[in-house]
Structure formats: structure tokens, C-alpha cells
């Protein structure tokens, strides 16, 4: 399937350089660089596998972390929660402010999972905001539907 979305994308931009249109939309790029289902069975692939994440992350309580980063890290948790919870709730469609939530915040979480994670001072936070990083990455990569959000 990755393979015929990667074709049909190397089709369009042929009919898009003909036309003189030389740079692809970067939003079109990004679904053939990130983490997501492809093909016609992706978006409900992509649903279930974020519901079963948040299935687990939802029953884990807020972890003990850097008293330096709390505040950080408590404000991600509830803007980025409240992204993936909207997410299931409308059946796999978010609206295009809380999209702009996830591209904001995705930099500033990857450089908190990452100190976190080395040299593995705080365990039980590292898996807690790496579970909540794969969603977001997932629901980020995800595309908009037509019309939609």
C-alpha cells in the first residue's frame, strides 16, 4: 500500500512539475514521512491503534517528574490529552486549531522524552510521555479528512 501511495504521489508531482508548480505541498510530503497507516484501511488502523494507546494512558496516573519541568510537563499533558481524547471522540477527525495544538507542541514533548529517557532518571515518566508522544505523532500524521477539521 506505501508502495502505491508513494506511485500516485510521484504521478501527481509529475502533472504538478509540467504545470510549472515545482515545490509539493508540505502537507502532502509529511503523510509519506511519518508514522500512519497507508492505504484505504489506514484511518480506521490508525483510530484503533490510537484508542488502544489511550486505552493504557488514560488508566496511568500523572508520574513523578523534575521539579524543573513540571509545569511543562503537566501543560503538555492536559493540551495534548485533550487533542488524542477529541480525536477518538469525533471518530478519528480533529478540528484544524487543535491540528495547529499538535504541530506546536510535538517539538517541545520530543526534547522532554528525550531527557527524560537519559540517562533514565525518571522510568515511570519516560513511559508515560513517550505513550502520549506516539499518539500524538500517529493523530498528527494522520490525514485530515475532506472537508473536515
Keep these: 500500500m506505501w508502495l502505491q501511495e508513494v506511485a ?21 510530503v509529511r503523510y509519506l514521512l511519518g508514522w500512519r497507516w497507508p492505504g484505504p484501511d489506514g484511518e480506521q488502523a490508525m483510530l484503533g491503534e490510537v484508542g488502544r494507546l489511550w ?25 495534548l490529552t485533550g487533542c488524542v481524547s477529541t480525536y ?11 491540528r495547529n495544538v499538535l504541530t506546536k507542541c ?9 531527557q527524560l529517557g537519559y540517562p533514565w532518571p525518571f522510568p515511570e515518566a519516560f513511559a508515560y510521555f513517550r505513550l502520549l508522544l506516539t499518539m500524538t505523532e500517529l493523530i498528527h500524521n494522520d490525514k485530515p479528512r475532506e472537508g473536515g477539521g
Design 106 to 114: 510535538l517539538p517541545e514533548l520530543r526534547r522532554h522524552v528525550a
Design 8 to 28: 500516485s504521489f510521484a504521478d501527481r508531482r509529475c502533472v504538478a512539475k509540467a504545470r510549472h508548480h515545482r515545490t509539493p505541498r508540505q502537507a502532502e
Design 55 to 79: 486505552a493504557t494512558h488514560r488508566r496511568s496516573p500523572f508520574p513523578d517528574v523534575p521539579a524543573g519541568t513540571k509545569a511543562d510537563l503537566v501543560e503538555l499533558d492536559t493540551w
Design 88 to 98: 477518538l471522540a469525533n471518530d478519528g477527525d480533529l478540528d484544524q486549531g487543535r
